[in-house]
């Protein structure tokens, strides 16, 4: 279900990135943004399919970037909760998607036509300038990504992973089966049961039936690579007061409009 908005209510509050928009940027793109509501396993786009719509997502809503392999499996690059958006933010037009896009954590999401958003860009510099400094973050997630998939080991990159979406969605209880978790890090499921029957053993976190529950935030701190800090780092000096930091409240206009 969808619903045409005339302000921004508490769904696009919820958006980090919306939040830090400049008032008369946020005046541009309201007429064409709409709630949607998303499902885990909704899947956005795949590759080749023209990317209609620029995806916004609100509170603990996530969508995950993977690459899908010839053997079937496909590979996280990139995870997006409310400090982004999935979809044509840069490329004008609506051009043909390379990864796919599927809702990892279901939710409220805000979109709108890339087509409007194109329009929006083109009547404002600042707008412009705002969503190209909000691509250079997210190219620098993938290339971390990258860096920590080829050096750090399966632990650090699994703790990496809870972390990420614990920082995005502030919840420790995080609706992920095994099978799911080892797709998205491109390792076996053995590897990955194995990875998670030790933090069981040392008290970390609790794998349950389609979830996984952390218990203790600082040990699962421990074991992880410095990648999300990394990249937490570049959004600092990029877009200030965007990237999510768990329980924390969203940012007022003022921490990022720049």
Same mark, same amino acid.
């Given at each position: 279900?969808?619903?045409?908005?005339?302000?921004?209510?508490?769904?696009?509050?919820?958006?980090?990135?919306?939040?830090?928009?400049?008032?008369?940027?946020?005046?541009?793109?309201?007429?064409?943004?709409?709630?949607?509501?998303?499902?885990?396993?909704?899947?956005?786009?795949?590759?080749?399919?023209?990317?209609?719509?620029?995806?916004?997502?609100?509170?603990?809503?996530?969508?995950?970037?993977?690459?899908?392999?010839?053997?079937?499996?496909?590979?996280?690059?990139?995870?997006?909760?409310?400090?982004?958006?999935?979809?044509?933010?840069?490329?004008?037009?609506?051009?043909?998607?390379?990864?796919?896009?599927?809702?990892?954590?279901?939710?409220?999401?805000?979109?709108?036509?890339?087509?409007?958003?194109?329009?929006?860009?083109?009547?404002?510099?600042?707008?412009?300038?705002?969503?190209?400094?909000?691509?250079?973050?997210?190219?620098?997630?993938?290339?971390?990504?990258?860096?920590?998939?080829?050096?750090?080991?399966?632990?650090? =990159?699994?703790?990496?992973?809870? *972390? !990420?979406?614990?920082?995005?969605? $502030? #919840?420790?209880?995080? @609706?992920?089966?095994? +099978?799911?978790?080892?797709?998205?890090?491109?390792?076996?499921?053995?590897?990955?049961?194995?990875?998670?029957?030790?933090?069981?053993?040392?008290?970390?976190?609790?794998?349950?039936?389609?979830?996984?529950?952390?218990?203790?935030?600082?040990?699962?701190?421990?074991?992880?690579?410095?990648?999300?800090?990394?990249?937490? =780092?570049?959004?600092?000096?990029? *877009? !200030?007061?965007?990237?999510?930091? $768990? #329980?924390?409240?969203? @940012?007022?206009?003022? +921490?990022?409009?720049?």
């Amino acid at each position: 279900m969808q619903r045409r908005i005339n302000q921004l209510e508490t769904d696009s509050s919820a958006s980090n990135l919306l939040r830090c928009l400049a008032d008369a940027d946020v005046d541009l793109l309201r007429p064409g943004l709409e709630t949607w509501q998303g499902s885990a396993g909704d899947v956005l786009y795949r590759p080749g399919d023209v990317v209609r719509f620029v995806y916004f997502p609100c509170g603990p809503s996530l969508v995950s970037f993977r690459i899908e392999l010839a053997d079937g499996r496909a590979v996280e690059t990139a995870l997006v909760g409310r400090e982004g958006a999935v979809g044509g933010i840069v490329s004008r037009g609506r051009l043909p998607a390379y990864a796919r896009a599927e809702v990892q954590s279901g939710g409220s999401f805000l979109r709108m036509l890339t087509v409007d958003l194109e329009e929006a860009k083109m009547r404002s510099p600042t707008l412009r300038h705002f969503f190209a400094r909000y691509a250079d973050c997210l190219l620098a997630q993938v290339f971390q990504t990258t860096a920590c998939n080829a050096g750090h080991s399966i632990e650090q =990159r699994t703790a990496k992973w809870i *972390l !990420a979406a614990i920082d995005r969605t $502030g #919840d420790h209880e995080i @609706p992920l089966t095994q +099978d799911q978790l080892a797709g998205m890090l491109g390792v076996g499921r053995s590897y990955i049961s194995r990875v998670l029957s030790a933090l069981k053993a040392r008290a970390i976190l609790t794998p349950r039936r389609g979830r996984l529950i952390v218990s203790d935030m600082h040990g699962l701190k421990m074991l992880s690579c410095d990648c999300n800090d990394m990249v937490r =780092r570049h959004f600092d000096e990029v *877009l !200030a007061g965007v990237y999510p930091r $768990g #329980d924390d409240a969203a @940012p007022a206009h003022s +921490d990022c409009s720049g």
